[in-house]
C-alpha cells in the first residue's frame, strides 16, 4: 500500500503523521467527523457559597433608601461655598474617647 505525502524524500515517500482539519470546512462539505469526534466549547462559571452571600448582601444593600441625603446636600454646599468648617476640639476629643 502506498501512501503519498506532500513531496518524496530521497526517493521514499513523505508521510505526515498529522492530518490537520479545518472546522469550517467539516460543517459544510459532509465530511466524516461525526458530532462525538467535535468537541464542544463554553464557558462556566461556579461562584462560591460566600460570593453568593455577598452579592445577596449586596443586593439587599442597593435595595436600602438613602437615609442622609438632607444631610449630605447640606454639607456639598457649605463645601462649595467654602462655609465649611471644622471642630477641632469635638474631633479630638472623638479620637481620645476611641482610644481609651
Same mark, same amino acid.
Given at each position: 500500500? !502506498?501512501?503519498?505525502?506532500?513531496?518524496?524524500?530521497? /526517493? @521514499?515517500?513523505?508521510?505526515? =503523521?498529522?492530518?490537520?482539519? $479545518?472546522?469550517?470546512?467539516?460543517?459544510?462539505?459532509?465530511?466524516?467527523?461525526?458530532?462525538?469526534?467535535?468537541?464542544?466549547?463554553?464557558?462556566?462559571?461556579?461562584?462560591?457559597? !460566600?460570593?453568593?452571600?455577598?452579592?445577596?448582601?449586596? /443586593? @439587599?444593600?442597593?435595595?436600602? =433608601?438613602?437615609?442622609?441625603? $438632607?444631610?449630605?446636600?447640606?454639607?456639598?454646599?457649605?463645601?462649595?461655598?467654602?462655609?465649611?468648617?471644622?471642630?477641632?476640639?469635638?474631633?479630638?476629643?472623638?479620637?481620645?474617647?476611641?482610644?481609651?
Amino acid at each position: 500500500m !502506498k501512501i503519498y505525502g506532500t513531496k518524496p524524500i530521497e /526517493g @521514499k515517500e513523505s508521510v505526515s =503523521p498529522v492530518k490537520k482539519i $479545518d472546522r469550517a470546512d467539516s460543517n459544510t462539505s459532509g465530511s466524516s467527523i461525526s458530532n462525538t469526534d467535535r468537541v464542544a466549547t463554553s464557558d462556566r462559571v461556579n461562584l462560591s457559597s !460566600k460570593a453568593k452571600d455577598f452579592e445577596e448582601l449586596k /443586593g @439587599k444593600i442597593d435595595q436600602l =433608601p438613602e437615609q442622609r441625603t $438632607d444631610k449630605i446636600k447640606v454639607l456639598k454646599e457649605s463645601v462649595d461655598n467654602g462655609t465649611y468648617s471644622i471642630d477641632s476640639k469635638a474631633i479630638a476629643t472623638k479620637m481620645l474617647q476611641e482610644v481609651l
